[in-house]
Every structure is written in C-alpha cells, then in structure tokens.
C-alpha cells in the first residue's frame, strides 16, 4: 500500500544563531525555521552542538510540583483565628493556675492539628501515587543516525521524528507530514483530531489553528511527521501554561473567611463578658485582683475549646463521604466551598462530553438517519423517525456504511469490558456505526490508498473482492460531491443533478451548523484493467451520502445540570472549541446560553464590559488559558465564588485561580490536578453536584454545631456570671466545666457533624459569601437557649444549696454539674435542623448522634457514681427524685423550639396552598 509523502526543501547551514525571544514560528516557512535553528533536516544536530545547547538551554522539562511539604501540611493545620483564641486561652489558664484546664486546651490543639494533618497529608500521597509517570522516550535525528533519546536531553534544533500513538516530545515546527493528524485537546479543547500540515500559516491565528506546529503534550492519532524543536521546556506552550499556573495564589477558602469572623466575634464575646464581670464583682465589694481572674477564667469558658477539633472531624469525615462518591478532596476544606458555589465553569471535551466521537447522523439521498448509542461501544441502532432500519433492506445504508468500514485506519477493541479505539477518533467512529448496523469491511485486499492531506481533503483505497474491483473515498464533503457524477438514490444509482448538488451542500451545511464534523463518503466500480494508481479513479464517482460526527454529551450531565440550576448555581461553558460545537453540546444539556463569546471577543472588552457579559447566561468559545484565568478572576471580584472545571492543560490556571477547582482524575493531565482542590475520580460531571450537596452538607452541620456549643457554653457563662451576682458559692469547678466542654458536649457534636442533607438542601439559593456563620436569628437562638440553661442551672443549685440535705454544697454543685449536661444533650436535638421540624429530619436518621447520646450518658452517669471520678470531679451520688426533677427542666427547652418550628413549618404550607387572588 502506497502512500504519499510531501517534504519541503531546506537550506542546510546558516551563520545566524538561535533566537530566544518570541518568535512565531508557525509563520515562518519551514525552511527558514531550520535555517534560524541552524540545523540540517537530513542529518539533524552533531553531538557536540548538542552538548552547547544543552548547556545553554538546559533539560527539556518543566519544573513540577513535587507535593507540599509534610511539615507545610501540618503547620498550616494551626493558622486560623479560633486556634489562636484557645492558645491564648491556655495561655492564660497556665498563668492563673489552671493547670490541668491549659493542658486539655493545648491537647485539643494538637489533636486537631493531628486530625487535620493526617486527612491532608493522605490526599497528597494518593495524587503524587495518581501522577506517577514513566520519562517519555522520542526518536532523533543526530549525526545521520536515527536514535532513540529521553525527551529530557532534546535542545532547539533537534530534528524528532513522530508517528501514530506517540506524544509530542517538545513544539515542534513541522517540515515533513504524511497523513498527520494530532490529538490536541488537552492544550486547546478542540476535540476533534487536528490535521497538520508543513505550510506555514497567518502570523496572528489562534493556537488551535496553528496547523504548522506540534505542541508538547498532545498526542499523534494517525500518520507521521518530522519537525524540529522550537521550543523545550519552560518555554513550550505547556510550560507557559505551566508558569502562569504557579504565578495564581491560593485565596481564603468562604469557610476559613466565616470562621475568621467567628473568632473575632467570640475573642470581642470574651473580651466583653470578661470586662462586665470583673466591673460587676468589683462593685459589688470584691477584691479588684480576684474579679479579674475571675473575669479572665470565664472569658476561657466562653470560647469552646471542641469547636476547631470537631470542624476538623467533620471536614475530615466528609472527605471520606466523598471518596466514596468517587471525588478526591485535596483540601479539608474543598468540599465545604463547592458547596457554596454560585458558578461553575466548565470546560466542555472530556468534562460535558465523553471525548469519544459518535456517528450521530447519515444523510442519504433517500432521506436522513439518526444514529444511538456513543462513544467506541458498538450498541445503537440506525434509525429512520424513530424506527430502526435493516442494512440489508436499505442498500444505500450498506454501500455507505462498508465504504466507512473499508476506507479507513482505525479500530475497536474490548479490553476488560471497556471499548477502545485503536487509530484515528474520527475514523473509529465510522467503524462503530457500521458494527452497530452489523457491517463489515471489505474482504479483499488493498490494492492501492490515495492518502489524505490538508490539501486533498479525502481518502481513497481500491479494493479488490474476488472479480470486482472498487475505490471507496471520504473526506470533505465539498472535495468528496466535487468528484461525483453519479447518486445512489435507495437502490438506484442514477445521475447526479444540480438538485442533488444542491441537497446535499444544504445537508451537511445543516450538519455542521449542528456542531458535527462532516464527512461525504462515495464509491465507483473499476475495471480490472485499468491500474490500481491510475489517478483517475478519483473522478466520476457515486455520491453516496454524509455522515454526522460530533463528541457527544455524557448522558448524565443534563440531569446535573439540572439540579445545579434548581440549587442557584449558574454552569457556564468555556472551551476552546468552536462556536458551533459548543453551541449544539450546550442545547443537548439544556444549557442556557443567551450570548456566545469568542476569546477574540473577550480581547476587544475592557473588564466592566466583560463583567456585565459574565453576569449573564453566556458562553465562551475559542478561549486560551488567559481568557479562562480573566473569567474566573472577574467572576470572583464580582463576588461569586467560583468553581472550575477541566482536565487539559489549558485549565490549569484558571483551576488554581478558582475558589475551588475540579479535575478530572482519569483523562485529566498531571498541570491540571496538581492545580486543582478536588479531583474527580470518575470524570463524571454528576460527581460535582453530588460534591456540591456534601458541601452544603458540611457547612449545614458546621453551623448547627457551632450554634449547639456556643448555646451550651453560653448557658455556661450565664450560671456562672449570675452566681457571681449573687454573691453564690462557685457553681461549677473549672474540672467541671472542663468535663462539659471537652467529654459530654465533644462526641455530640462530632456526631452531629454527621447528620445527613436536609430534603430542601438542594433547593436553597447558595449563601451569600458575606453570610456570617453566626447571623441575628442565630445570636438570637444561642442566647435564648443558653439562656433557658444557664438560668435553670442556677436554679437548680439554688435550690439545692438552701435545702436541708446533708452536704447541701456538694450535692447542689453535682446536681448544678448534671443538670448542665442533661439541659445541654437535650439542646443538641434543638439543633439536628435548624429550621425544619425534627420529624421532617427523622429520629434515627442519624444513627452516630443517638450511639454519641448514649455513650455521653453514660459517661456522665460514670461521673457522679463512680468513686474514682467521683474524686476527680468532686461529685457525689443523687436519686430517682432528682433525676425526675432534671428531666421536668429540661422539658420545655425542646418543646418550645420544637413547637415555634411546627408552627413555622405550618404557616410556610398554608401560604402555599392559599390560592392567589387576581383582580376581576
């Protein structure tokens, strides 16, 4: 089998030296770039001008990302305002005696510090385990002989040799093609496979358009080639990219800014109860020195010494719900920001779509065919209106369907269940479509392949099946119909008209519209005497109709979309590709796009311009790596936060550049997930809203608990604050309120991390990003719950302290010390749903939290009737009587929220099912 070859000639030597500056290199006519290289196209570089480049330029490779340091992960567990408030709290406790107080604080530290180390430092080692890659190896020309080299030790100059299934070593400026054709969607997103030509092309087109080079990274899917290296490392394209990534810092997640404000507004909290008890004391005729340390020590009991310990848990045990959903955090914190998401932008190949192309339609002169079933799976049927066709009752379907199987490269395999192509996209995607129809290629030999080129636009083979000898040819449909004189119109072939010129220029303008790749197919009978090469045989063929080929979209991503819209979330799409495929990718996901941009629009607008465009449903087409960093920028100055997706390259900056970024662990590059914060392990789309809905989860979760321990540290400060009004024997020991704080309200509030997603969670707009944690309903719902507690507290051992009962101070202090832990557990189902209902939520919904309850229980009946801790706590046994007296107590502070919630709930359902009323 023959096939065509074009070359162009080349000056050998030249005085000039090699250029470092910007140079366009894709302009320049191929003989003038090797002369600029001084370089030899028929022997390459000599050793040792390699040696002197070597030096000059260094290793062909980019400066990677080796992981964050063991000691930055954990460090980075400690920078935060609620951390620093405890330290100084232990600080303090140590200062005034408190020995054991300051020591629980500084464990809780570090177990927090721990806790958070652990679940970070493990995501880092699955993505450095997920990067591994073995050194590409590449074909030179040095010294006349053809050698095989680490891409590593190329320098500008060296002449590679590239062939199907290799990936591009450096950029490489092309003198030399046959048939080329290169997959480079992970640097542009354009999904179909560019063909590549030896022509130098416009000084200003865009980077996909650049046919005269070869990029780093992509991969070779048909032909071969020979170029000369350009460009190596930093200096390539992806090197660029690479560069621009790491220039993009990391900003405060929306939870760390919200927790900022926490610990502000508890630090002012702490500070101000502390001034008001220390005043108080000090008017009332106290030592001026007691009431201060007495103000300092309650400040200490404001601040809850679990809160940063249980955000940890509760982030870390998220991380492993989403594992289990097939993401990879690799951040705690990842998921919890997602959820408040207001944008996502995606990229389109491979993330919207399955970066598999699909024969989506025929066109027939009898009339059109839709094709089901995508990607390399040979499942579908043809269909015509709905109904399946039979090849072997349409023999236009057969002719042009065995002319596909036959005039073409590629194939299909089952590896383990998967289908995989072996050969060109395009190409492979005409073999599926005749398997699905049960055709297969012509048994005879090849006698001869007019091959493709850019210039030609087609393919042709001649075959040979017993006596009958055929050319089958493909390629662009005005190429193909151009050499066509005759039409199968069903089973009849017949003349070609201008009509059928006309039908057929109106189809596959209509397909292309559609955002499908086009391509004729047409045959003709030979005569067994006239040479297989005859150049004739390209002429006077059968048109025999046009197929549809497009990257279709993965099946679940219009119901993901969906849902991200009915949450609040706007998806926008920004992708390389050309305006037409993403158009007809965005109409299958129900996408709403009211403006297409292109990058070169996005050029002409300054950025209040672009802002306002941003702003609204809108799509991004033709977009570099620079246009995806400025929309992700803008769209965050805006006061979005922003979520990015994508797996090429060409993503990697604006990733970095998002509040979080979403990458895709299969098709994704190593840039790309060394840029992200949460990796899909599936590259499913749907991952994300799963993703978004654990985030919203977490935060949900965050805030009841941080509402549940500051009610009960609240409740805390008031009985003690009002005891020391009172004039009142002290109503809790430090060792005390320690237990309360650390043991009995701790395990609670990490199970209550666990509560499962409210029914309506998905249908909230996401929260504002200047939200605080704590709003004024929520200050609200702290201090009159902490109140109730503080005040029944003080009650009870008011109570208990006058009463007649031998150790009177004693059993009132224990009766003080249980009755802030059962008013405190009962608290804990106030917050299980912070607005609906506990029976919308379920009671055993949460099987963790009643197991917690249980053990704390217990716990705390360990505290006052054991006589170790008896000891320890300074406890002593109470009755039935008591038990019955604490449980009256605690009644009201759930059945009142409860009842205010029923009520809510109720008047919300009544307001729904009013009818409108419309004037006459």
Not at 580 to 607: F, H, W, Y
């Amino acid at each position: 089998m023959q096939r065509n070859q074009k070359s162009t000639p080349h000056a050998v030597k030249s005085a000039a030296t090699p250029e470092t500056e910007q140079v366009a290199w894709h302009s320049l006519p191929a003989e003038a770039a090797i002369e600029r290289l001084r370089s030899n196209p028929q022997c390459g570089l000599s050793e040792p001008e390699v040696e002197q480049r070597s030096e000059r330029y260094g290793l062909n490779q980019i400066e990677r990302d080796n992981g964050t340091a063991w000691y930055t992960v954990l460090l980075r567990q400690f920078k935060d305002v609620l951390i620093a408030i405890l330290a100084v709290a232990a600080v303090v406790s140590l200062s005034i005696g408190e020995t054991l107080d300051a020591c629980a604080i500084f464990a809780i530290l570090l177990l927090n510090g721990l806790l958070g180390f652990v679940q970070e430092w493990r995501a880092e080692r699955a993505l450095m385990a997920l990067q591994a890659m073995l050194t590409l190896r590449c074909r030179v020309l040095r010294g006349d002989s053809v050698i095989e080299i680490e891409s590593t030790s190329l320098v500008p100059g060296d002449v590679v040799l590239i062939a199907s299934g290799d990936r591009i070593p450096a950029d490489l400026r092309l003198f030399e093609e046959q048939e080329l054709e290169v997959d480079e969607s992970a640097l542009t997103g354009e999904s179909l496979s560019v063909s590549k030509s030896a022509t130098a092309v416009e000084t200003d087109c865009p980077l996909a358009e650049r046919t005269s080079m070869t990029w780093m990274g992509t991969a070779v899917t048909n032909g071969q080639g020979r170029g000369v290296v350009v460009a190596t490392g930093a200096s390539t394209e992806f090197g660029r990219i690479a560069e621009l990534t790491r220039s993009v810092e990391h900003s405060q997640t929306p939870l760390q800014r919200r927790l900022a404000v926490l610990g502000k507004q508890l630090g002012l909290l702490a500070l101000g109860l502390s001034s008001l008890v220390a005043v108080a004391g000090w008017l009332l005729g106290k030592p001026a020195l007691e009431m201060f340390m007495t103000g300092i020590s309650l400040a200490v009991s404001v601040v809850p010494e679990g809160l940063p310990a249980v955000v940890t848990v509760t982030l870390a045990l998220g991380v492993k719900q989403m594992v289990r959903r097939r993401a990879l955090p690799r951040r705690l914190q990842a998921t919890e920001t997602l959820g408040s998401a207001t944008i996502i932008l995606t990229d389109k190949t491979g993330t919207l779509t399955e970066n598999e192309m699909t024969v989506s339609r025929i066109w027939l002169p009898a009339g059109d065919l839709s094709v089901t079933g995508t990607g390399y799976q040979p499942e579908g049927t043809i269909e015509a209106s709905g109904v399946p066709v039979a090849p072997d009752q349409r023999p236009d379907l057969a002719a042009l369907l065995q002319a596909a199987a036959t005039c073409n490269h590629a194939g299909i395999h089952n590896d383990n269940g998967t289908w995989k192509r072996t050969g060109q996209p395009t190409e492979a995607s005409l073999v599926v479509a005749a398997k699905k129809a049960k055709i297969e290629r012509i048994a005879g030999p090849i006698l001869h392949e007019f091959a493709f080129n850019s210039d030609r636009k087609r393919m042709t083979v001649v075959t040979q099946d017993g006596q009958q000898r055929s050319a089958l040819s493909k390629g662009a449909p005005e190429v193909v119909i151009a050499s066509c004189t005759r039409v199968l119109d069903a089973d009849t072939e017949r003349a070609l008209g201008e009509n059928d010129r006309l039908r057929a220029r109106r189809a596959y303008q209509e397909i292309a519209r559609a955002g499908m790749r086009t391509i004729a197919l047409a045959s003709k009978s030979i005569d067994l005497s006239l040479a297989a090469d005859d150049p004739g045989i390209e002429s006077e063929m059968t048109l025999l109709g046009i197929v549809g080929i497009i990257d279709p979209a993965r099946p679940e991503v219009r119901q993901a979309v969906q849902r991200a819209t009915s949450a609040g979330i706007r998806v926008i799409m920004i992708t390389g590709d050309a305006p037409e495929t993403a158009s007809a990718v965005a109409e299958k996901i129900d996408l709403q796009v009211g403006k297409v941009l292109t990058g070169p629009d996005m050029d002409r607008l300054n950025d209040d311009e672009l802002q306002q465009y941003l702003n609204r449903p809108v799509m991004i087409a033709r977009a570099t790596p620079e246009h995806k960093l400025r929309a992700a920028r803008l769209l965050k100055d805006s006061g979005h936060v922003v979520g990015m997706t994508g797996d090429g390259v060409n993503d990697a900056p604006a990733l970095k550049e998002a509040d979080v970024g979403i990458a895709m662990g299969i098709r994704g590059t190593d840039v790309a997930r060394e840029a992200s914060d949460l990796v899909l392990m599936d590259d499913n789309f749907a991952s994300i809203i799963n993703a978004v809905e654990e985030g919203r989860r977490e935060y949900d979760n965050i805030r009841k608990f941080v509402r549940y321990l500051l009610s009960s540290n609240i409740g805390e400060a008031v009985a003690i604050f009002l005891c020391i009004l009172l004039q009142a024997p002290l109503i809790l020991l430090p060792v005390q309120v320690l237990w309360i704080n650390v043991v009995t309200d701790g395990f609670t509030a990490i199970a209550l991390g666990l509560e499962p997603a409210e029914k309506d969670l998905m249908r909230r707009r996401p929260r504002p990003q200047n939200e605080p944690m704590l709003d004024r309903r929520g200050m609200t719902s702290i201090l009159a719950l902490g109140g109730y507690i503080g005040v029944a507290t003080l009650a009870i051992f008011l109570l208990y302290l006058r009463s007649d009962r031998p150790n009177s101070p004693l059993v009132a202090q224990t009766m003080a010390f249980t009755a802030m832990a059962v008013l405190e557990q009962v608290n804990l189902f106030n917050h299980r749903a912070l607005r609906n209902p506990l029976k919308t939520v379920g009671f055993f919904s949460n099987p963790w939290l009643l197991v917690a309850l249980a053990g704390t229980v217990l716990l705390q009946l360990a505290a006052i009737y054991s006589p170790l801790l008896q000891g320890a706590l300074h406890t002593t046994a109470i009755g039935w009587s008591d038990w019955a007296l604490l449980c009256v107590v605690a009644l009201p502070l759930f059945a009142i929220p409860e009842g205010l919630k029923l009520l809510s709930a109720l008047r919300g359902q009544a307001s729904l099912q009013a009818p409108s009323s419309s004037p006459a």
